[in-house]
């Protein structure tokens, strides 16, 4: 497959989104004590890629509406299962190679609810409006090309678009987060991305990709309650 103009701009524009959003997190500081720096940075993010979006409408046909709930029940199911399987294999995989199995910092700086409204709901969204509904949209062209998995066509925008996702967390080695725990997201994000991409390709809808994104991020806002009580 050649590598086309759109996909080398759609790659491009997505990593100078997210660059700008992290630089931005890191940078300005709202003063306000319930906001923690990633609503800056997922602020930011969001903004850029709706601009990015309506800027180049005639290339990314964007699409957002309310789901039938039947027809949501098993993305979500998905996107809940892949958290459960991958991370539960990746923490014995950990254990096995004798590593440390690290959680989240953010578990420490963030209060269930802050965890809920600003990764469980927000962090979802906004990511998913730039992976699934810019990047994956604009590479639609491509859709017919890809590969069989379990049955299933994986695209290479659905691909694509979840290997991007999965690097995009390797803001995390700034964290100072062990290497573990960086790979362990980074294969969790890759395999999220590609559900969540799927089904947006399938219904034509970024509302499925969010879905899919906040189901993997459910056992986050366990973690974080359970976090909370043990202190």
């Not at 998905?78 to 923490?91: D, E, H, P, Q, R």
């Not at 600003?118 to 810019?134: D, H, K, Q, T, W």
């Amino acid at each position: 497959m050649k590598i086309s103009k759109r996909m080398i701009y759609g790659i491009l524009l997505t990593a100078i989104v997210f660059l700008l959003a992290t630089l931005a997190g890191r940078n300005i500081n709202l003063n306000i004590n319930f906001l923690p720096y990633s609503f800056v940075t997922h602020t930011t993010l969001l903004i850029l890629s709706i601009a990015l979006i309506c800027g180049l409408k005639k290339h990314v046909k964007y699409n957002l509406a309310w789901p039938k709930f039947k027809k949501i029940l098993k993305p979500i199911l998905f996107g809940f299962l892949a958290a459960i399987i991958v991370n539960t294999f990746m923490v014995a995989l950990t254990k096995g190679l004798g590593g440390e199995v690290e959680s989240h910092f953010a578990f420490d700086l963030m209060s269930p609810l802050q965890v809920f409204l600003f990764i469980f709901i927000y962090a979802s969204a906004a990511e998913e409006v730039l992976f699934r509904g810019f990047l994956q949209n604009i590479l639609k062209p491509l859709k017919n090309k890809g590969i069989k998995l379990f049955k299933r066509h994986i695209s290479v925008p659905v691909m694509i678009g979840a290997v991007a996702f999965s690097l995009a967390h390797l803001i995390l080695i700034t964290s100072g987060a062990n290497t573990f725990f960086i790979v362990r997201t980074l294969v969790f994000t890759f395999v999220l991305g590609l559900i969540a991409g799927y089904y947006q390709e399938k219904y034509d809808n970024n509302a499925y990709a969010i879905f899919v994104h906040m189901a993997g991020n459910f056992m986050g806002v366990v973690a974080a309650i359970l976090t909370s009580l043990s202190v």
